[in-house]
């Protein structure tokens, strides 16, 4: 983002020239939609939308030089308040309208509106213009007093509190008072009479703490909202959220004052919001719901239902015919999906606000095609409407809504995709005793306020979670991700009463057992038990996307698999080779564990070697299934990584089974062996295991463990050769830090390459190569490819030893780090391109120094993540390996980033 800064003799020497005002309305504005740095991201979409014909309701931008001016000054210039009063004077008479004045008050809102959006960050002021007269033509206008009792007081407690700086709950205060005192549960159960009380109180609230009173002057309301706003670059919250998003705190708002349009002034008025295509299916089809008579405000207090938006064809042909066109005319010019947000007043239509349209991942490929084919874009703006991650969506379940009836009971964040149809449960526990077990298993879906640590197990057992609660960084959202399973968090209209066990929403109860469906793409709640979709790697049009990028593509994409069965899921998804291939996981395996323990604990090599004798077999199997899975690919297979403590039990756990035993059984014979057992898990123990004994330095002092493993790898290769299948095994040594490592591990797999190869009569085309996970290694890469065939390099713990961070404990530094700016991202999940990355781009040079062809890869997390594939293109990797279900993701990102370059298309991910 622009860090520019603005000297003060510039603004001094350009004050007398600078345009401070910018009008819109009346079909033209003066400004356009590329003046973002004058007119904010709102103020130039507004001119943009008006110049475009859009009928929006007409108003001004005061540019960010005079938020700057005033920051600089404490004050705005004559200048500017001029050339303020003279656009108000334009708009008064466009509208035919006074501001606050007459029996049409014009009434205006104030709003921020700064280059880069800061939502929520900063103020806005409604309804400007209402004083005690104002009030009353507004009463008449819409025949609604209570509308306009509560327009007015809305307008004295956001003036009061934004521009006066009182206390919000000064407000809340009174306004509590006065629903108790009317025995009223909602606010809306208020009415005019009181309404008009709260608003004498709200006066006596300005006085008391603004020492004056609230101004009944529209033009000094105006001045004051204006010079409000400005102030509230610099609140507290604004300026923590540019510091966090690394916006210059120079830059400045813009303040935008627009006609008040109401939905509310009788039955020619309305209010709605829609899309142009379904952002959930990316059907085109006019999509949308509104209401007749009715604020924004009405919808989401939900005391009323919006209808579909097709109904409004009945109810005002002619604005449905006109809103149809606008829409129709809002696509083309912004190519690509609207959502948009309109008002109808009196009969007269106005677009308040159109923006790209949210979409889900299939939506978002279904709409990109169709725009190809609609001639609206190219294909290679087809391949960027795509956010990689979005095609998760393919991958996972979802609902068949053509099944049952769908009821929308709320919404709420799609925290973890896929979808879930089960029975409610409102408790861990119950959860788990609902599920059950094996052949006996109900699908269950835990709704909660919001879920805790203690919620694990019954998180596990569920098939889908909701809460009322919580963000998508809240532990429901968080924990269901990694578990790969359907989350709906923060579904706010949704109350849940766990002690009564119930579920309340619109004016429904739901209890124990009731049915319920999660759309964790979209955070629906749906009412009932629908049917579900399975995942869809092979959907056509998911094909034709791919078909798109994938000529682009440079970088290869494997997999991260241990396993068959994943190996084979990951070839459906495309993948071209196995990256990593972690063989402790094979270990831990129930028959390899007892052989692998046996192996531990032996006294003698020869003992030792018995053990990984019966372990060759076994891991051989293992080999064979993967090689026959990714036919003819390579398999790049990782020589044993962790510390050998971990395929022991826990020493806590011992030493309780070691007491329990003596106090009870002090006789039994299993003592002696738990004993031992105790004695060599204390031998092992490590202050900082993942600093410890694992990696190559375990190859190295133990290495029959390599020897072992290097034979089952050959012997698999050659058998699965002879059955006709190609194979292209890649050795790979862990954790190395020196070119003495490298090679005497190197050593020990070409010796026994050679061995097998004489034994079986054949031989198998392979390398040996290493991971790049210390900063070291990454320093002395030259030095370390004289040895290594190939780099891969293990970013999770390269960026562990980069930073310092342990990455299992980074989560109690994170959140803070995170949300004071210090980092702009989780670096374990994002490659960190200015630390970690550097040291990837060097190792890379470096090792291609040695050895011109070297083959590099990165097989960390960072693998599937599309801002890290990015860079990976960019610095000129091979391939990028990441987990089963991000290849797909992958595989778009690389395309995305190759064709960025070749292009030269905006479409680069921030750092
Ligand atoms: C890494 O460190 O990035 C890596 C892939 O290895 P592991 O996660 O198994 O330590
Ligand atoms: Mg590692």
């Given at each position: 983002m622009a860090t520019t800064t603005f000297p003060e003799t510039e603004v001094e020497s350009n004050q007398s020239a600078t345009k401070y005002v910018y009008f819109f309305g009346g079909g033209k504005a003066d400004g356009n939609g590329k003046m973002k740095d004058e007119l904010g991201g709102k103020g130039a979409g507004l001119a943009e939308m008006t110049n475009a014909g859009l009928p929006v309701p007409p108003g001004f931008t005061i540019q960010t030089e005079a938020c700057r001016e005033y920051m600089k000054k404490g004050g705005v210039s004559a200048e500017v308040d001029q050339q303020m009063e003279s656009a108000l004077a334009r708009l008064e008479q466009l509208q035919g309208q006074k501001l606050g004045k007459g029996e049409n008050p014009l009434l205006v809102s104030v709003r921020s509106g700064a280059k880069f959006s800061m939502p929520g960050m900063m103020d806005t002021i409604l309804n400007l213009g209402l004083n005690d007269e104002s009030v009353g033509a507004l009463a008449r206008r819409s025949n609604n007093p209570r509308f306009a009792a509560d327009s007015y007081r809305r307008l004295i407690q956001m003036f009061g509190n934004v521009v006066l700086e009182i206390p919000k709950a000064a407000f809340d205060e009174v306004f509590e008072h006065k629903k108790k005192q009317k025995k009223a549960?909602?606010?809306?159960?208020?009415?005019a009479k009181a309404l008009k009380e709260v608003i004498e109180e709200y006066k006596k609230v300005v006085k008391k703490h603004a020492k004056r009173d609230f101004p009944q002057d529209p033009h000094e309301q105006l001045v004051m909202a204006r010079d409000a706003v400005f102030r509230s670059w610099l609140n507290e919250r604004a300026k923590h959220y540019r510091r966090i998003n690394n916006i210059d705190d120079m830059l400045g708002t813009a303040v935008n004052v627009q006609a008040m349009v109401f939905g509310n002034l009788g039955d020619t008025s309305g209010t709605g919001v829609g899309f142009t295509r379904n952002p959930a299916t990316g059907v085109k089809e006019f999509y949308g719901e509104f209401l007749m008579n009715a604020q924004g405000e009405d919808v989401v207090a939900g005391i009323r239902t919006p209808v579909p938006i097709l109904e409004l064809q009945k109810v005002m042909p002619d604005v449905y015919h006109q809103l149809r066109e606008i829409t129709t005319r809002l696509e083309k010019h912004y190519r690509d999906m609207q959502d948009f947000e309109f008002t109808i007043q009196d009969g007269k239509l106005y677009m308040l606000q159109t923006r790209n349209g949210k979409r889900t991942g299939r939506a978002a490929v279904r709409v990109a095609i169709q725009m190809v084919d609609e001639g609206l874009i190219t294909k290679e703006e087809g391949i960027f409407r795509v956010e990689p991650n979005q095609l998760y969506d393919y991958l996972v379940p979802r609902l068949d809504e053509k099944s049952a009836k769908v009821e929308v009971l709320a919404t709420g964040l799609p925290a973890s995709p896929g979808a879930a149809v089960g029975q409610i449960v409102f408790t861990a526990d119950e959860a788990v005793e609902k599920a059950g077990h094996g052949a006996k298993k109900n699908p269950v879906i835990l709704v909660r306020a919001e879920t805790t640590p203690e919620d694990i197990h019954g998180m596990e057992v569920a098939v889908g979670i909701l809460t009322s609660r919580g963000g998508m960084t809240s532990h429901a959202a968080v924990v269901t991700r990694g578990m790969g399973k359907c989350c709906v968090a923060g579904a706010g209209d949704i109350q849940v009463d766990e002690k009564k066990r119930e579920m309340r929403v619109k004016g429904q109860v739901f209890k124990d057992d009731d049915w319920i469906s999660l759309d964790g793409t979209t955070g629906r709640v749906i009412k009932g038990r629908l049917k579900t979709l399975d995942a869809s790697p092979d959907d056509p049009e998911l094909q034709t996307l791919m078909s798109w990028s994938e000529p682009f593509r440079k970088l290869g994409v494997r997999a991260n698999a241990d396993i068959p069965r994943d190996a084979i899921q990951a070839r459906a998804f495309g993948a071209e080779g196995i990256g990593l291939c972690r063989t402790e996981h094979m270990f831990f395996g129930e028959k390899k564990l007892p052989h692998m323990r046996a192996m531990i604990l032996a006294k003698t090599e020869k003992d030792r070697r018995a053990a990984l004798k019966r372990l060759l077999p076994l891991q051989r199997a293992d080999f064979i299934g993967v090689f026959r899975a990714m036919d003819g690919f390579p398999v790049t297979i990782r020589t044993l990584d962790p510390p050998l403590h971990e395929f022991l039990p826990r020493r806590e756990d011992l030493m309780v089974e070691i007491a329990v035993l003596e106090a009870t059984k002090p006789k039994s014979p299993k003592l002696g062996g738990l004993r031992k057992l105790l004695q060599r898990v204390e031998e092992l123990h490590e202050f900082n295991p993942m600093l410890g004994h694992r990696g190559c330095r375990l190859g190295i002092t133990y290495p029959e463990i390599t020897e072992m493993q290097a034979r089952a790898i050959f012997e698999a290769a050659v058998a699965v050769a002879k059955e006709g299948v190609k194979v292209h095994p890649e050795v790979m040594i862990p954790l190395t830090a020196t070119l003495k490592e490298m090679a005497n591990q190197a050593a020990v797999v070409h010796r026994v390459a050679k061995e097998v190869f004489e034994e079986k009569e054949s031989t198998v085309p392979y390398l040996v190569g290493t991971m790049i996970e210390l900063p070291r290694a990454a320093l002395v890469a030259d030095e370390i490819a004289k040895e290594a065939q190939f780099f891969s390099f293990g970013t999770n713990d390269l960026t562990q030893t980069t930073f310092g961070f342990s990455r299992d404990d980074v989560n109690k530094v994170l959140p803070t780090y995170l949300a004071e700016g210090i980092l702009k991202q989780d670096p374990f999940a994002v490659l960190d391109r200015e630390g970690v990355g550097q040291l990837v781009k060097m190792a890379t040079e470096r090792g291609r120094k040695t050895r011109p062809q070297l083959k590099v890869g990165i097989c960390g997390e960072h693998g599937g993540e599309p801002s890290s594939v990015e860079f990976c293109h960019q610095i000129g990797l091979n391939y990028v390996s990441c987990s089963p279900f991000r290849v797909l993701t992958a595989r778009l990102a690389a395309a995305q980033a190759a064709a960025t370059e070749k292009l030269k298309v905006e479409g680069g991910r921030t750092k």
């Open positions: 549960r909602l606010d809306t159960d208020l009415d």
